[in-house]
């Protein structure tokens, strides 16, 4: 992916994309020091901007780091990043980290540094699979327990076992894993949240030790604003025969159905449908205003 046009914004200059580089010995690189963010913009104007900076912020604190601009400072760096690349539909990705200064456990001497790079990126399941409804498979590692990992930081580190789940699901010819948390129950997929519907009411895990997604905060705003019912509950993986519908948020993925989770099958429905529909109404609209 480096080898590309385009500008990346690093460490206070927009550089050229091929050399956006940094050194072997960064302190990220050994021993997972990094924190990022992923945003969408449409139309130009980037989605949910402010929550994304200020998470950014907040992930870099639970791995002790401050980054070194205000939330402010960061929105501004992103939409300068989207318009240095005349992006309009396009991914956007922060990414704060520990440099070279120092390697070992303890990092207190290395600097923090800040990256930006956006670029054009479509669906992150294709188009066409998406509206079918993709397929999960279970995976094997959990979500850890907030005891055992700042679980709340979206932390590099911490995609280290969504990679290796990611990569199981491909191989074994799935869209995605489901992952479980550490004590067995249903928590998210590699890359998003998930939503299981039964008798017209919305469910999905509390969020205790895994991401409360922006996507998912959304989604379940518009849901209540048609009126739907959303529990936030344990939901154990028994109960995944029991939906009829199932879909997973994020950023990213954005509303995407899901057809199959192992041997449970589901069918994207009106619920999925209505909220997928809302949901790409809910994003677009920051565009339509500003072009009034
Ligand atoms: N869980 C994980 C593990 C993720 O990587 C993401 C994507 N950032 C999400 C959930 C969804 O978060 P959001 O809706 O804020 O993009």
Redesign the pocket.
């Known amino acids: 992916f480096h080898d590309r046009d385009g500008l990346i914004w690093l460490d206070g200059k927009m550089v050229p994309w091929r050399e956006g580089n940094i050194h072997v010995l960064t302190h990220a690189l050994h021993y997972g020091s990094a924190v990022f963010?992923?945003l969408r913009a449409y139309g130009g104007e980037i989605f949910k901007l402010s929550e994304?900076s200020q998470?950014l912020i907040e992930s870099a604190k639970m791995l002790d780091f401050d980054v070194p601009y205000t939330a402010a400072e960061i929105d501004k760096i992103c939409r300068d990043v989207v318009e240095a690349n005349k992006l309009s539909d396009c991914y956007i990705r922060p990414l704060a980290w520990r440099g070279s200064e120092q390697i070992g456990v303890s990092a207190q001497a290395t600097k923090i540094h800040l990256a930006v790079a956006a670029w054009q990126w479509g669906s992150y399941f294709p188009m066409e699979q998406r509206l079918k409804g993709i397929r999960l498979t279970m995976a094997k590692y959990r979500r850890p327990d907030p005891a055992t990992a700042p679980s709340k930081s979206?932390a590099a580190g911490?995609?280290m076992i969504?990679t290796v789940e990611k990569h199981r699901a491909e191989n074994a010819g799935y869209a995605d894993a489901l992952m479980l948390d550490w004590r067995g129950r249903v928590a998210?997929?590699?890359?998003?949240?998930i939503f299981l519907i039964k008798d017209g009411v919305i469910h999905t895990p509390d969020p205790d030790c895994?991401?409360d997604?922006?996507?998912?905060r959304?989604v379940i705003d518009l849901a209540k604003k048609r009126g739907y019912q959303v529990i936030e509950r344990a939901i154990m993986p028994e109960e995944l025969k029991d939906f009829s519908e199932v879909f997973v948020?994020?950023?990213?993925?954005e509303v995407t159905p899901v057809s199959e989770i192992g041997e449970h099958k589901y069918k994207p429905g009106q619920i999925t449908e209505n909220l997928l529909n809302d949901y790409m109404a809910a994003v677009q609209q920051p565009a339509r205003k500003a072009a009034e």
């Not at 998210?188 to 949240?193: D, I, M, P, Q, V």
């Not at 997604?213 to 998912?216: A, L, W």
């Not at 948020?249 to 993925?253: C, F, I, P, S």
Request: hydrophobic share 25%; with cysteine.
């Open positions: 963010e992923g994304h998470r979206k911490l995609y969504c998210e997929c590699t890359g998003a949240n895994f991401l997604g922006i996507t998912r959304t948020t994020g950023t990213a993925a």
